[in-house]
């Protein structure tokens, strides 16, 4: 199995810019969907952003298309979650996660939490205004 590692988070003023990374350990994203979830204080989590590995198919919450990218590296078995134009708003702890039930069509249910088996323990991102 997978186990998937964030790290990347920090404290920053809105209007800039911070890239999360999601490292996978035990095994590769191959045949994974890899998504990217955030809490933030008193509010549930939400679904973010996604990648079909093999694809490279991406799939954005409203909020952050347009301002967010999410890609991957696969020498490093990585998948990044570039963040621009940061508003306070965005404060949250980001969690990434891996799905290796891959056989729903994407993005369909890998915008909420049921498909996704394995999660980091989150990095705090911190925007203030």
């Known amino acids: 199995q997978v186990q998937v590692v964030e790290s990347g988070g920090g404290a920053v003023q809105a209007g800039d810019s911070l890239r999360l990374s999601c490292t996978a350990s035990?095994?590769?994203?191959?045949?994974?969907?890899v998504g990217w979830f955030r809490q933030a204080p008193g509010k549930d989590r939400e679904f973010v952003a996604a990648?079909?590995?093999?694809?490279?198919?991406?799939h954005y919450a409203l909020f952050a298309a347009g301002r967010f990218a999410i890609s991957r590296d696969n020498a490093k078995n990585t998948v990044y979650l570039q963040m621009n134009s940061l508003k306070p708003e965005d404060t949250a702890v980001y969690y990434c996660?891996?799905?290796?039930?891959?056989?729903?069509?994407?993005?369909?249910?890998?915008?909420?939490?049921?498909?996704?088996?394995?999660w980091g323990q989150g990095t705090q991102v911190t925007v203030s205004s």
């Open positions: 996660a891996a799905a290796a039930r891959t056989y729903y069509p994407f993005p369909s249910l890998y915008t909420g939490e049921s498909p996704y088996g394995y």
């Open positions: 035990g095994r590769t994203f191959d045949d994974y969907v």
């Open positions: 990648t079909r590995w093999r694809s490279g198919s991406t």
